[in-house]
């Protein structure tokens, strides 16, 4: 069975993302750069600076993907942004893994991001394990904590460990397989690995808890947990580096190696011979002298090795691969080879675009990764009129890179962006001065949302007949309903049975 794991952590900012990420990394090895991760986590969080911040850092790749290795496991920790706000980078990156952990802050629960995110890792039955951490501080009562996630998510939950009080009594972590409790001890109560056998050694206030935890929860269910129908429930602290040994163990026994991939071929399992991958991030080289750009690739299947040839779908001829970048943790290497599960950074000078399939044989094509409807809609106006070719080509670019989606209307010139977070669109005005020297103010737009449009060509023609000022063509020349609101979109949708008014647009 493969030895890789390939996942992403999900949580609302300030449950411990980083710090955590931090500490899988230092258990995996990559001990130096423990205190990089958590500086640029902090600077993210400071949405002023985070252009800054990527400038100086140019091509920001080696926070993407963090490989490292621990007792022969392989594990590939895909970074999802963590600003409060959405972009479709986070969704996309979601289609790249095959399981996620969920963290959770003891004191605060399910949060909206949380939230969000579950439901996307629950479109595509991502398995999930969920880290209840900071428990070195006062939370909640874990039965509400366990509650919270079974009822807001319907999901089981099956508690693997249990904290021993929390905050200023708290005592350790009983684990229920192996009925030890792990102690923090020293004067940093660090974990330091002591373990005591149980009887005896937890107060009978807890004992009693630890009990009725034990038989109130299903048991753990390797299928349900593959399913997606249950999570384990794991407890400790990142800060202290309490409970993340146990966390990785989880990942490493119970998560899924790499998922085969739906394809216009039926799926492809990963044990197919030839290599084939698709492209779920593109990122441009922040340095506006250089339009290098480096495009993220989740291997489905085969081994890659250096030099390659692959076809990438959206290009029909093949491209070499002479420098791949792989990610272990303690630098960004070049790819001698890599294995389904494995993200291998391509540089290119845009001939790849996210959603893209590379195979060795060009014969497959992957589907489901979904272009998103946009929440907020706006129109572009230049400041400079004579601009416009230069705006095209920067929204084109940008769109291509899956910063933005860019709708252009069939009447009229007013070009429109639309975006699933209010981020993006700070970042879309500073790039587009900063790299295409286009000075631009976005305004409302008379949209609300848009639909990708699908039907035969007659029902299509019959449709723009009446609604022209409604359509628009996306960056690929595909047909669009620009909606005025919700409403609009019903409406349409029970007038135009022939056709179907999709959400989410797959390549
Ligand atoms: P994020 O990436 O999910 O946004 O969260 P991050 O790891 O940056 O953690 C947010 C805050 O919570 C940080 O405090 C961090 O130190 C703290 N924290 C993380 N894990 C634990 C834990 O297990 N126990 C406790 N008590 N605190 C934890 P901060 O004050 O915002 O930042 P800093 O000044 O400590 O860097």
Not at 292 to 313: E, N, Q, W, Y
Not at 361 to 372: A, E, M, Q, S
Not at 457 to 476: I, P, Q, W, Y
Request: charged share 25%; proline share 6%; hydrophobic share 40%.
């Amino acid at each position: 069975m493969s030895n890789r794991r390939t996942f992403a952590i999900i949580s609302h900012p300030d449950a411990g993302k980083t710090t955590l990420t931090e500490k899988l990394l230092l258990q995996g090895g990559a001990i130096h750069l423990a205190g990089e991760v958590k500086a640029r986590g902090a600077a993210r969080r400071a949405r002023s600076d985070w252009m800054k911040i990527e400038q100086q850092r140019g091509i920001s790749v080696t926070s993407s993907v963090m490989t490292f290795q621990k007792d022969g496991t392989v594990f590939n920790l895909l970074d999802t942004p963590g600003h409060e706000d959405f972009s479709e980078d986070t969704y996309r990156t979601l289609t790249a893994v095959d399981s996620a952990i969920m963290v959770i802050d003891a004191a605060k629960g399910i949060e909206p991001q949380t939230r969000k995110l579950f439901e996307v890792c629950r479109m595509r039955s991502v398995p999930i394990i969920t880290f209840v951490n900071k428990v070195d501080r006062e939370g909640r009562p874990v039965f509400e904590t366990l509650d919270e996630v079974a009822d807001a998510l319907a999901l089981d939950v099956a508690p693997m460990s249990w904290p021993v009080g929390m905050g200023g009594i708290f005592e350790g972590v009983y684990d229920f397989a192996s009925e030890t409790i792990a102690r923090p001890e020293g004067d940093s109560r660090e974990f330091l690995g002591k373990r005591d056998p149980a009887a005896g050694a937890i107060p009978d206030e807890f004992l009693e808890e630890i009990e009725l935890g034990r038989e109130g929860y299903p048991q753990f269910d390797l299928a349900a947990y593959r399913h997606g129908d249950l999570t384990p429930v794991y407890f400790g602290s990142a800060l202290k580096n309490f409970g993340v040994a146990e966390l990785i163990a989880a990942i490493d026994r119970y998560a899924p190696p790499p998922r085969p991939q739906a394809s216009d071929q039926g799926t492809i399992d990963p044990s197919r011979a030839d290599v084939t991958g698709f492209v779920f991030k593109v990122q441009a080289n922040m340095d506006p002298q250089h339009r290098d750009r480096i495009a993220f690739m989740r291997m489905v299947s085969g081994t890659f090795k250096r030099g390659m040839k692959l076809t990438p779908s959206g290009l029909g001829k093949p491209i070499a691969v002479h420098s791949p970048i792989l990610f272990f943790a303690q630098d960004r290497e070049i790819a001698d080879s890599a294995e389904a599960g494995d993200i291998i950074g391509i540089p290119n000078h845009g001939t790849l675009r996210v959603g893209d399939t590379l195979s060795e044989r060009n014969d497959v094509r992957f589907t489901g990764l979904p272009n998103f409807a946009p929440e907020i809609l706006r129109r572009v106006v230049l400041k400079d009129p004579t601009k416009t070719k230069q705006l095209r080509k920067a929204l084109d670019d940008l769109s291509e890179e899956g910063v933005i989606q860019v709708f252009y209307p069939e009447i009229g010139s007013q070009w429109i962006v639309g975006v699933v977070g209010q981020l993006q669109l700070d970042v879309l005005i500073s790039r587009l001065e900063a790299e295409y020297k286009v000075e631009a103010v976005l305004e409302p737009s008379p949209f609300d949302t848009a639909r990708w449009l699908k039907g035969t060509s007659e029902a299509l023609r019959s449709f723009a007949d009446f609604n022209l000022s409604n359509l628009a063509k996306d960056r690929d020349g595909d047909p669009v309903f620009m909606a005025r609101s919700a409403w609009d979109v019903s409406y349409q949708q029970e007038r135009n049975p022939e056709l179907t008014f999709s959400a989410t647009k797959e390549r």
